[in-house]
């Protein structure tokens, strides 16, 4: 281990895979739009359906990509920089990008002169002003943790991390697959009882996502992983479908982050793209471009969901379109923009590090 170096190495494919799970999260948005506006059943709402199915890896590709730069070897990590450097701005993203929401919903859906409406009323509209800020939080915990990881992480076996890894499969994914699967009372009961705290929610996903990139991962795992992926992916369909029309409205519940076929191709995802680019790429403006992309990845996050509801609100590119171009079309259009504007944005000199 390095102890001089004080950050990791550039990795292109991070770029590209960070650039790949904002995309998904788009048309993961999108495509939930055009699923409410189908009965249960028809054509557009299977289709709809589907393709929401497939766009679920967003936020545990993220996760895994912090969880290998941050637990590296190869980068310095202090508690006082943690704090001050990576919480310190995401809670600065927070603030701005909150403050933004309540200022587009107040002028757009309540019409009101929010200036005169007091300064209280104003931080308490910007402390829950979009659903999608979970995200900021979630990751500014783990990072609390990432002095802790690092020690652990450096200091144990490979046996000892696929031991930590199989417990968040087991008590983790499987227990959240067969809760949403079974779906009864005494089922979700029986869960909250084998529930262990220190492998429930993210973490698992930020350690494997280290895993994956600093040890070796046998050639039988990745054939494994890559043949169960097609057949995850159609019985997670095929689940939603089934309880979908069984209920009557859209059940989504199997398609969670922690549901073990969603698990499957994040997984499939992470190790192919990976493998498949390498961390340095030979063409320097290729590199270049990614890297310019991928750090504008926060801004698109951050602004999809506006624009996305100003569109659908506006029936603008929405609602007049078969839902497989349609999905497509509003997901590139929402993603473009949404770039674009956070390049901006990241370019002003001295707070667009804090914008996006």
Same mark, same amino acid.
């Given at each position: 281990?390095? $102890? ?196 429930? @929610? ?96 926060? @801004? ?38 949404? @770039? ?5 944005? $990241?370019?002003?000199?001295?707070? @667009?590090?804090?914008?996006?």
């Amino acid at each position: 281990m390095n $102890r001089n170096s004080t950050s990791a190495k550039h990795n292109t494919s991070f770029d590209i895979l960070r650039i790949i799970a904002a995309f998904s999260v788009v048309v993961l948005h999108v495509s939930g739009q055009y699923i409410m506006s189908y009965p249960v059943g028809s054509d557009e709402f299977c289709m709809s359906n589907f393709i929401n199915s497939v766009s679920r890896f967003g936020v545990p590709i993220f996760v895994m990509i912090s969880g290998a730069i941050f637990l590296s070897e190869e980068k310095s990590v202090s508690i006082s920089k943690i704090w001050l450097k990576n919480i310190f701005r995401l809670l600065i993203v927070f603030l701005i990008w909150s403050f933004g929401y309540y200022v587009f919903q107040s002028l757009y859906y309540w019409h009101f002169d929010f200036w005169n409406k007091g300064l209280l009323r104003t931080l308490v509209g910007c402390v829950y002003a979009s659903e999608h800020f979970w995200f900021l939080f979630m990751i500014m915990g783990l990072y609390t943790l990432i002095p802790l990881l690092r020690t652990w992480v450096h200091n144990a076996t490979t046996k000892e991390l696929y031991y930590f890894v199989t417990l968040f499969v087991v008590f983790q994914i499987l227990r959240t697959t067969f809760t949403i699967l079974l779906d009864k009372s005494l089922i979700y009961k029986l869960s909250d009882m084998f529930t262990i705290v220190e492998l429930s @929610g993210y973490l698992g996903y930020f350690v494997l996502g280290y895993l994956l990139t600093a040890r070796p991962v046998s050639s039988k795992i990745k054939i494994l992983v890559y043949s169960l992926t097609p057949i995850g992916i159609i019985a997670n369909y095929a689940v939603s479908h089934y309880l979908s029309n069984k209920n009557g409205f859209y059940t989504p519940g199997i398609y969670d982050c922690f549901g073990f076929f969603t698990f499957i191709h994040i997984i499939a995802l992470f190790l192919f793209v990976t493998d498949l680019i390498p961390a340095e790429i030979s063409n320097p403006k290729l590199s270049s471009y990614f890297k310019k992309l991928s750090l504008d990845t926060l @801004g698109i996050y951050m602004m999809h969901v506006a624009l996305l509801e100003y569109f659908v609100n506006e029936k603008i590119l929405f609602g007049h379109m078969h839902p497989i171009p349609g999905i497509l079309l509003l997901s590139i259009i929402c993603f473009v923009i949404s @770039g674009i504007v956070s390049a901006i944005l $990241r370019r002003i000199p001295l707070i @667009g590090h804090y914008i996006c």
